[in-house]
């Protein structure tokens, strides 16, 4: 092909991992391509939790404005990171295949899950479901790429950590000390890299729509609905698993307090065919179920 693709890209070990697996991917149908890595705002701050810096999709931003104005053609994301509603102009060319949608516990020794303990994450949805199980325990902020993240867990007093499994796989990182954590519900889209392009760019989708996953998409999609209907631009302690068996999507969805006291679930299943809308029908359960008076709870906490 005569045009390079510039692939933007934040510059963490993982991030770089995804941007040159979507590299290799096009380089299958022969498309040539360059990466351009950049640092976001999610990155350069390690300090505030990421609910307290009052920006939607800190991780995404930087390079949204890089596409925008022209200095990158696409950009490669961990579609969890990834605002529901995208900036105008710029669209969804390919979910690829999803890989692990667990979140496990890094931990040094397991006595203290039967007594009290200290666990890391800088998650509301995880410190929520956390504390759901383990209420005795004391939840602690963790900011920083996943290198950095396994660093301060080694040198800190805390006795585990929650990360996602799927980020550690792909960079050979997973030690042996880990728990699957299976009672968790992950965030929506957990595991499943999102790559963007420019509406107008024809050239670009075309070739992204190569490496598109129809299966993971569909999931991907239900639950990202689940989210945008329930959040309404907040962040809350929200899970989604979609997965798809024969023909079949079975859906699981959660909402939690902040303090991990109050659970609001859902779980439904749909024929494929009939996927549309069903994100919302399951969000829309959980909110005449309690919900809407929980997201009041959460915003009015959050935004004090």
Request: charged share 25%.
């Amino acid at each position: 092909m005569s045009r390079i693709i510039r692939i933007g890209t934040r510059d963490s070990e993982l991030a770089l991992w995804q941007a040159k697996t979507v590299q290799r991917a096009l380089s299958n149908f022969n498309y040539e391509s360059e990466l351009v890595p950049v640092k976001s705002t999610g990155d350069l701050n390690l300090e505030q939790p990421l609910y307290e810096m009052g920006i939607t999709g800190i991780f995404t931003k930087t390079l949204d404005v890089a596409m925008i104005k022209g200095e990158v053609d696409i950009a490669v994301h961990s579609m969890k990171d990834v605002p529901t509603a995208l900036p105008n102009g710029i669209v969804e060319a390919a979910v690829l295949q999803r890989a692990s949608s667990k979140d496990i516990l890094i931990h040094k020794g397991v006595q203290f899950l039967e007594s009290e303990g200290i666990i890391a994450t800088g998650s509301l949805r995880r410190k929520a479901q956390w504390l759901h199980k383990y209420p005795k325990h004391q939840v602690t902020d963790l900011r920083g790429n996943v290198n950095t993240r396994l660093k301060k867990l080694e040198e800190s007093n805390w006795d585990g950590a929650i990360f996602a499994a799927a980020g550690l796989e792909r960079i050979e990182l997973k030690p042996e000390n880990y728990i699957d954590l299976n009672w968790m519900v992950p965030a929506p889209a957990q595991g499943a890299m999102l790559v963007v392009a420019m509406e107008h760019d024809d050239f670009c989708k075309n070739a992204l729509a190569q490496l598109n996953h129809k299966d993971s998409e569909i999931c991907v999609h239900t639950e990202r609905e689940f989210l945008k209907v329930l959040e309404g631009g907040c962040t809350a302690p929200i899970g989604a698993l979609a997965k798809i068996q024969k023909e079949t999507l079975h859906f699981k969805g959660a909402l939690f307090s902040l303090d991990g006291s109050k659970k609001i679930e859902v779980e439904k299943a749909v024929l494929t065919k009939d996927v549309e809308n069903f994100g919302r029908s399951c969000a829309e359960i959980i909110l005449n179920n309690g919900g809407r008076e929980l997201m009041a709870e959460i915003k009015s906490v959050l935004n004090n």
